[in-house]
């Protein structure tokens, strides 16, 4: 059913309905509302997580890809999404059917396609996701979940590994069987004797090396480690939108160049991309190691590109104005 919005009050909105009735609604109620939306609205697409979506699993991608085209087409009555091509169906034609009734429509369509037994909860819970988190949200996150370095191991023993390696930080180190009385001494003394059943010296070796940071191994050389937690030192970069995360890069090219002062040598490329989109924002190449001049020179380049500039218009018409040929010399006899 259409309603046409007739006038805003504080918080309530004034309705009119297909009969000619009115109704008056708080505007979090309306809004709130899963079979609200506003005809002939484009739907806000997230920005692509390209760079975690291709972690993920070749089968559940191409899942991800099915439940997208599903999804637009509840959206708007085309799989291609607003301004593509094709005919729309009618149990998703957006003038003829609710939000909810296309959701319904879809459930029961891809429950008869082999999805397994799809509901309406189902599809408008897909719908929600790829607004938030585009392709990233339509994936089964099941396959997406790294696996614990300890496995199934009790926490409580590895409670236990992390502090006898704790321990042992910044001391000679031995052999990794001699952590062991260690790591029982630490169970007992935390949970009383007896309390935790004790591990076999197998399952105590596979926890140490999993554990372990750079270095800390009894085998390695002594020396000091970074701080970090859990041993990891990296986490993976997440940005939901453009411009929000910026990774800068400088790599030496396997090319030699001639610069100005006649030298043969191979220059220095720094590039920044954006995280979200993996859009290359600016470039620039220097002849030598890079510096800290250059590295400013990239950030002007990236607040203020060249169509931005006010001498662009100008150029523009510089490279586009009609040359003159130089006059041919005249024969000599």
């Not at 009383?192 to 390695?220: H, M, N, W």
């Not at 001639?258 to 190449?285: H, K, M, Q």
């Amino acid at each position: 059913m259409k309603w046409q919005v007739v006038a805003l009050s504080g918080q309530d909105i004034h309705l009119v309905g297909p009969d000619g009735g009115g109704e008056a609604v708080l505007a979090g109620h309306l809004f709130a509302d899963p079979g609200f939306t506003v005809v002939g609205a484009d739907a806000p697409q997230a920005a692509p997580q390209w760079g975690l979506f291709e972690t993920a699993p070749a089968a559940a991608r191409e899942k991800a890809l099915a439940w997208q085209r599903h999804v637009r087409e509840v959206e708007c009555g085309l799989p291609g999404g607003p301004g593509s091509e094709g005919t729309v169906r009618e149990q998703y034609d957006p003038e003829r059917h609710t939000l909810a009734e296309r959701e319904q429509a879809k459930a029961e369509e891809l429950t008869a396609l082999g999805f397994g037994r799809v509901s309406r909860t189902t599809v408008q819970r897909m719908r929600l996701a790829y607004r938030k988190q585009g392709l990233w949200g339509l994936l089964d996150h099941r396959t997406t979940r790294a696996s614990s370095p300890t496995g199934r191991a009790d926490e409580r023993v590895v409670a236990a590994v992390r502090e006898a390696l704790r321990r042992r930080r910044g001391r000679s180190k031995g052999t990794i069987n001699g952590l062991f009385p260690l790591i029982n001494q630490i169970l007992e003394d935390r949970h009383g004797p007896g309390t935790v059943p004790a591990p076999s010296q197998a399952a105590l070796y596979r926890l140490v090396t999993a554990l372990a940071r750079p270095g800390e191994l009894p085998a390695g050389p002594v020396r000091q480690v970074p701080a970090s937690v859990d041993g990891r030192a990296f986490t993976p970069a997440t940005a939901l939108r453009p411009g929000e995360q910026v990774q800068i890069d400088t790599t030496r090219l396997d090319v030699l160049a001639l610069f100005d002062d006649g030298r043969l040598a191979r220059p220095e490329l720094t590039i920044a991309v954006d995280v979200a989109t993996r859009a290359i924002l600016t470039a620039v190449l220097c002849p030598s190691a890079t510096k800290a001049v250059d590295a400013a020179l990239l950030l002007a380049e990236m607040a203020v590109p060249h169509p931005a500039r006010p001498t662009w218009p100008d150029i523009l018409r510089m490279d586009h104005a009609p040359r003159t040929p130089p006059p041919a010399a005249g024969r000599t006899r």
